[in-house]
Every structure is written in structure tokens, then in C-alpha cells.
């Protein structure tokens, strides 16, 4: 019914720059929070950074001033923009969005939390 599809990632030297998009598509009546997460090898997934409706935002220290999350609602997309990138930051980077599915009438509208597939970002020389 709704899909996420991410798109950005790549390989990028220490000190690079690269920028994730993920557009949710389907029958959405709206969208909530949308989210970056990350996850290392070895490690456990982490929120890197989310931005709700109103455009209230939150990041993991790691990449406070070194990242942006930002969102267009038409288009129903969010971006992270991520400069000065570090080794430690090489992961892969899912996106996140809660989501009311849309249905016949506002009673058949359901909530739930969908998953981009996931997209590799590399920082190494």
C-alpha cells in the first residue's frame, strides 16, 4: 500500500558530502515523524535524526552541526544533507515514516510505521 524508496548513498572520502532522499508513495492521507536511522556493522540501529509535521527537530549528538534533516510535504519526501562526513558515520542508513494509510472513508484510515530499504554510505580514503 505505501512504499519508501531511498536514494544518495554511495562512497565518499572523510571530509565529503552526500545527500540521502526517501519519498514515501501509495495511498497516504499523511504523514507524521520522518526519520533517519543507521546501522553499523556490529552494532545496534540508532536514530540519527527526525523532524515531525510541524517541523520540530532532533539529532543524535554525533552529527549535531555536521547533518540536516529537512522535509517537503508536497512532494512527501525527506532529505538528509550530511557534510563533513567521518569513517564512524559509514553505515546503512534506513528511512523512517509513520504513516496513515489512507482508506474508502476516515474510518478505514490506519497508522502505522514503514521502512525505506536501505541505502549504503561509505566514508573511507
Known amino acids: 500500500q505505501v512504499q519508501l524508496v531511498e536514494s544518495g548513498g554511495g562512497l565518499v572520502q572523510p571530509g565529503g558530502s552526500l545527500r540521502l532522499s526517501c519519498a514515501a508513495s501509495g495511498s497516504i492521507f499523511s504523514i507524521d515523524a520522518m526519520g533517519w536511522y543507521r546501522q553499523a556493522p556490529g552494532k545496534q540501529r540508532e536514530l540519527v535524526a527526525a523532524i515531525t509535521s510541524d517541523g520540530t527537530i532532533n539529532y543524535v549528538d554525533s552529527v549535531k552541526g555536521r547533518f540536516t534533516i529537512s522535509r517537503d510535504n508536497a512532494k512527501n519526501t525527506v532529505y538528509l544533507q550530511m557534510n563533513s562526513l567521518k569513517p564512524e558515520d559509514s553505515a546503512v542508513y534506513y528511512c523512517?515514516?509513520?504513516?496513515?494509510?489512507?482508506?474508502?472513508?476516515?474510518?478505514?484510515?490506519?497508522?502505522?510505521?514503514?521502512w525505506g530499504q536501505g541505502t549504503q554510505v561509505t566514508v573511507s580514503s
Open positions: 523512517n515514516a509513520n504513516i496513515v494509510v489512507d482508506g474508502s472513508n476516515w474510518l478505514q484510515r490506519v497508522r502505522d510505521d514503514y
